[in-house]
């Protein structure tokens, strides 16, 4: 009777955890903002701004909206399909030869077709993601009443994107919702504002990833072996599906299984289908083996990857300096800049987070410092802060503020504690209050330390010399060859850029 009772419990207790599991929320980074924006690390909810402190500046650096699966992606989705099918007669074949039964088959399964099926074209933003950015802005400007009560002037807020559609298509979306009803443009009182963009080839601010030679060859380098580190989790999810659902699953089913679960959840808002064939502990582990991906190729696992992210952080640093310069020397409002708001991508915002030092435990801020790569996140059950479905979901994003305070004296641990400081750094990641490693695990943190502690330890190298595109060859070149060579970059690098782009899955 005992026996039974305990059994009774565990059964209740596994329905309940089941219950609650939302697999919405760990999707690494192809978790949507709305599902993960309110998950917070530091359990800090309180929005409220230190007594005496005014925004003066704010810099944004987002990650695009919820967008479709890529070209290359929507490939491999219609050869699931067929995969399916093949699985499917595999198993009715072994039911005529009465070894097996098709009971513990999913229906679903049996006329499953891809979504996409038909797409030539992918990768774009989706009305989700549109939305996401949108409300983004709203929120924004209604936080920041601020910086955005005056007349819209693209010197005072530069909107800047890179050239991939789904990253400017998230900048207007923003920006439509920034300056709603604020123009004369239909019934949204909408008006026109600029998105500007550099070059594919010479974006060292927001596609540092791109243009940097030694990064690319560090990453290709490593794929393999990350994938190797993926492997035992696939097969060991394989086994169990195998006996769950008596279909013989492979490690690259599994692969693909687990990128249709997202896909679904996260676009189409199903978990009923792919996700459901995982258990939450499965999800848990192939969830890991993304942010495991990601924590060496684009994270704390090799320095190379944010020290490339260098300009990027000191052209935030110069807007602030530059907005401190105009409110010291009263510049009339209007004249100078108040907001920078950037829009790209994952491989842009996980480097910025790393070089902010988000996301560490103990006295991992000063080994980053030493640049040297951090141990690989804890493998589930274990906890761990890192997790892609809050470090750069679609549309995450960092903000930094720059508030200058006048007399404050409140002993409130959460403001100002030296009155002779008198301009603060905050950093909100994913729209919440975030605390600083270099700034002594502070919420606020004066802008000297927040020089001194986070922006200089990585002026040490010059993005030119980490990033020497070209590789030291004794072949000879004539003039004729130097000049063919020249063109021949001019008029068909942005093309192969685009192609390999795509085929790189770039998020």
Not at 68 to 80: Q, S, V
Not at 307 to 320: A, H, N, Q, T
Request: glycine content about 6%; proline content about 5%.
């Amino acid at each position: 009777m005992t026996l039974l009772f305990i059994l009774a419990i565990a059964a209740l207790l596994h329905s309940s955890i089941a219950q609650d599991f939302d697999v919405r929320q760990h999707l690494s980074t192809v978790s949507r903002y709305g599902a993960v924006k309110d998950v917070s690390n530091d359990g800090y909810t309180d929005p409220i701004v230190p007594n005496g402190c005014t925004a003066v500046h704010l810099n944004l650096v987002a990650r695009h909206g919820t967008r479709a699966p890529t070209k290359k992606r929507i490939k491999e989705l219609d050869r699931l399909s067929d995969r399916f099918k093949e699985l499917l007669n595999h198993a009715k074949s072994e039911v005529s030869d009465g070894d097996k039964s098709l009971e513990s088959i999913p229906a679903w399964l049996w006329t499953w077709q891809s979504p996409w099926k038909g797409r030539k074209k992918g990768g774009e933003l989706i009305p989700l993601g549109e939305n996401e950015l949108y409300d983004l802005g709203l929120r924004v400007r209604e936080r920041f009443p601020e910086l955005f009560n005056e007349e819209y002037h693209p010197d005072v807020f530069p909107i800047k994107t890179t050239q991939v559609p789904r990253a400017s298509a998230s900048a207007v979306a923003f920006g439509m919702g920034l300056f709603s009803e604020r123009g004369s443009l239909g019934l949204g009182r909408h008006r026109a504002f600029a998105v500007t963009s550099e070059s594919r080839a010479s974006d060292i601010h927001l596609r540092f990833y791109d243009t940097c030679a030694t990064y690319k060859q560090y990453r290709q380098s490593q794929e393999p072996s990350v994938e190797k580190r993926k492997e035992p989790v696939f097969a060991e999810v394989s086994s169990a599906l195998i006996k769950r659902y008596q279909l013989n699953f492979t490690i690259q089913d599994i692969s693909s299984l687990w990128f249709l679960c997202k896909q679904e959840a996260s676009l189409l808002d199903k978990t009923d289908q792919a996700c459901a064939l995982f258990s939450p502990a499965e999800v848990a582990l192939l969830e890991w083996t993304d942010d495991l991906e990601i924590f060496i190729l684009k994270g704390y696992g090799e320095s190379l990857n944010y020290r490339i992210g260098v300009p990027l952080l000191k052209d935030i640093f110069d807007s602030m300096e530059q907005a401190i310069v105009a409110r010291e020397e009263n510049h009339p409002l209007g004249t100078y800049e108040k907001a920078r708001l950037r829009f790209a991508h994952a491989e842009t915002v996980i480097p910025f987070t790393c070089l902010l030092g988000l996301f560490l435990e103990g006295s991992e801020f000063e080994t980053i410092l030493k640049e040297k790569p951090l141990e690989l996140p804890s493998k589930p059950p274990k906890e761990r802060k890192w997790r892609g479905s809050i470090v750069a979901p679609f549309a995450g994003n960092n903000m930094l503020v720059l508030y200058e305070c006048k007399g404050n004296s409140s002993k409130s641990t959460r403001q100002p504690d030296e009155n002779t400081r008198k301009y603060f750094v905050q950093v909100l990641h994913n729209e919440k209050p975030t605390l600083m490693p270099g700034c002594g695990n502070k919420y606020l943190c004066p802008f000297d330390i927040f020089k001194e502690n986070v922006v200089n330890p990585h002026h040490n190298h010059s993005f030119n010399l980490i990033c020497n595109a070209r590789v030291e060859t004794t072949e000879t070149c004539s003039i004729a060859c130097k000049f063919m060579r020249f063109f021949s970059r001019l008029f068909f690098f942005e093309g192969a850029e685009k192609s390999n782009s795509s085929e790189q899955g770039e998020l």
